[in-house]
Antibody, heavy 120, light 112 residues
Framework: QITLRESGPTLVKPTQTLTLTCTFS??????????VGWIRQPPGKALDWLAL???????RYSPSLRGRLTITKDTSKNQVVLTMTNMDPVDTATYHC????????????WGQGILVTVSS | QSVLTQPPSVSGTPGQRVTISCTGS?????????VHWYQQLPGTAPKLLIY???NRPSGVPDRFSGSKSGTSASLAITGLQAEDEADYYC????????????FGGGTKLTVL
């Protein structure tokens, strides 16, 4: 059974860097075709894709946030880390990580999400 | 502004059939990329509802179906039930932005 869980700070100050960790089980990110993505959702708003990392370390970023985002993986720890620099109150959202199966361009398992508030 | 356009809201009565549209362009749905649908119940994480245009994961009732044509896709729900009241999102890929994931703006389904 695939599970994912997000962890990190729930409150950050403007201009700070946010670091979130996705710890997963039930699959290996070294398996060909697999991927893990990050998606956020501001309160009352739509889903917003942020980044995706593949088994071969290929990385894709949202064009609107490229330059602020970095996604990395630690296959031995079954973790994916997302960093977002220069946080702003508009970045307040629930941040989810999700599993992308191989093959597939969708997310079949999601973490429950972590609400991150950006406020001074 | 989302790359994929969905109606903000739809509604129906129990037992009715409702559809939710998802309109894209030649760089995403029209380019042949698959469309997927998610259901998000209040206060929960999104759940995969339909994948690769018209496939249901195990456990999803056959009341839910998907279709795709040209630059658009649709989610149909038949035999509407109170428990279907949720937000629904479509998702695809877009090749105008270095192969990135795109979501629709979401549709709130209200069961009257």
């Amino acid at each position: 059974q695939i599970t994912l869980r997000e962890s990190g700070p729930t409150l950050v100050k403007p201009t700070q860097t946010l670091t979130l960790t996705c710890t997963f089980s039930g699959f290996s990110l070294s398996t060909s075709g697999m991927g893990v993505g990050w998606i956020r959702q501001p309160p009352g708003k739509a889903l917003d894709w942020l980044a995706l990392i593949y088994w071969d370390d290929d990385k894709r970023y949202s064009p609107s946030l490229r330059g602020r985002l970095t996604i990395t993986k630690d296959t031995s720890k079954n973790q994916v880390v997302l960093t977002m620099t220069n946080m702003d109150p508009v970045d307040t959202a629930t941040y989810h990580c999700a599993h992308r199966p191989a093959p597939g361009t969708f997310f079949d398992f999601w973490g429950q999400g972590i609400l991150v508030t950006v406020s001074s | 502004q989302s790359v994929l356009t969905q109606p903000p809201s739809v509604s129906g009565t129990p037992g009715q059939r409702v559809t939710i549209s998802c309109t894209g362009s030649s760089s995403n749905i029209g380019a042949g990329y698959d469309v997927h649908w998610y259901q998000q119940l209040p206060g929960t994480a999104p759940k995969l509802l339909i994948y690769v245009n018209n496939n249901r994961p195990s456990g999803v009732p056959d009341r839910f179906s998907g279709s795709k044509s040209g630059t658009s896709a649709s989610l149909a729900i038949t035999g509407l039930q109170a428990e279907d009241e949720a937000d629904y999102y479509c998702q695809s890929y877009d090749n105008s932005r270095s192969g990135c994931v795109v979501f629709g703006g979401g549709t709130k389904l209200t069961v009257l």
